[in-house]
């Protein structure tokens, strides 16, 4: 537990020093670590506790550059949207959200590349899009935690300075984590675990503020706009790996590929469903998935019942081509193949003859 508090206060004050230089993203950078040491319903609370304290050092250090021309148009709807998140974070699981935010912000790649115009390019933004901007950020940020990064792009492409746009963000959020805490605490998701982890949070948020202070000033917007960039990419990268590692392994999800005669075929698992992808060079594509005996109709079952012999275990493949539906009944005796049979259907239901293959198959 000691060296797990240590390691999370150096990557706190490391992500929040980062996030003064790429205009934010210290929650997004640590979804990640604190999955390593809480559940991943709980690190929403965990970072809440670091970002409000954060978020208020920072509105301290920079309150005149805050827009308020924003913030009163962003807010109204994120507060709302806030509520409904946290509300949703006890039903969904928040990790299939990370993978697509995890896509979006590795979207933001071909930016990087993008040569700087020397005119100011920037876009103005209607009123009804900042509230629905704030909705959005607002809805995500109660069900992850952490949205920072997402909305990156838009307040660099809304003509902000950097110490603005630090400014701004921190005012906009800093009311949406305190919601939160109050929501996830009432949801029974604070407990000192979490309270000890989001504490250590703080204290590495709190002191890179001090960096902020002294750091910001003397990094040019240019460098400023490409490590915001950067660090969404990066962002990306991270969330999309270890989400996707966990989303694998909560569904005992597996994946392969082997060569077949006059093919490829690609298998895939997903928690008890077992699903092929067989590619025939002469044949073309065909999908398998393995079924119960009993989604066969009354007349499929017989059959394979009068076929069934000394077989001790039968596993059914329904499988779909380009031109037709049939079934694949896989016989077995101690584990061991010993046959097969193929048998289509038409399309109103009725069974074709079967096919055995000899048991050597």
């Known amino acids: 537990m000691f060296l797990s508090g240590i390691a999370l206060f150096i990557c706190a004050f490391i992500a929040f020093s980062l996030s003064a230089v790429c205009g934010g993203g210290a929650g997004l950078l640590m979804i990640p670590v604190l999955g390593y040491v809480l559940p991943v319903t709980q690190v929403p609370a965990a970072l809440s506790i670091g970002t409000v304290s954060s978020s208020a050092s920072r509105i301290i ?16 709807t994120a507060i709302p949207a806030v509520f409904i998140g946290a509300w949703l974070l006890r039903f969904v699981n928040p990790l299939y959200l990370e993978i697509i935010m995890g896509i979006f912000l590795i979207s933001n790649l071909p930016l990087l590349f993008r040569k700087e115009s020397s005119k100011n390019d920037t876009h103005k933004t209607s009123r009804v899009l900042l509230l629905i901007i704030g909705f959005l950020a607002g809805f ?52 000192m675990k979490v309270l000890l982890f989001g504490i250590i949070v ?6 890179s503020s001090q960096f902020m202070k002294w750091g910001l000033p003397r990094i040019s917007e240019f460098f400023f706009r490409k490590a915001g960039y950067t660090s ?19 569904n005992n999800a597996n994946f392969s590929f082997a060569p077949v005669s006059q093919g490829i075929e690609s298998k895939i698992q997903w928690q ?27 007349d499929h079952q017989q059959y394979i019942a009068s076929q069934q012999g000394n077989a001790d275990h039968v596993r059914i493949e329904e499988v779909f081509s380009m031109d037709s539906h049939s079934y694949e009944a896989y016989f077995f005796e ?28």
Do not use: C
Request: glycine share 8%.
């Open 272 to 298: 008890q469903a077992n699903l092929s992808i067989e590619f025939e060079y002469d044949g073309g594509l065909e999908y398998e998935r393995e079924i119960p005996l009993t989604d066969l109709a009354p």
């Open 334 to 361: 101690n584990n061991k193949l010993i046959r097969k049979i193929d048998f289509a259907v038409t399309p109103r239901g009725e069974m074709l003859s079967g096919i055995l293959y000899p048991t050597s198959l």
């Open 202 to 207: 703080a204290i590495g948020g709190l002191l």
């Open 140 to 191: 995500l940020s109660g069900l992850t935690g952490a949205v920072g990064l997402l909305f990156n792009r838009f307040y660099l492409r809304y003509g902000l300075t950097k110490e603005e746009i630090v400014a701004t963000r921190a005012a906009n959020e800093m009311i949406l984590h305190v919601i939160k805490l109050a929501l996830y605490i009432s949801f029974g998701l604070m407990t």
């Open 61 to 76: 250090v920079f309150a005149a550059r805050i827009r308020w021309d924003i913030v009163r148009w962003f807010v109204p």
């Open 232 to 250: 969404m990419v990066l962002s990306g990268i991270v969330m999309l790996t270890q989400s996707g590692q966990q989303l694998i392994t909560e």
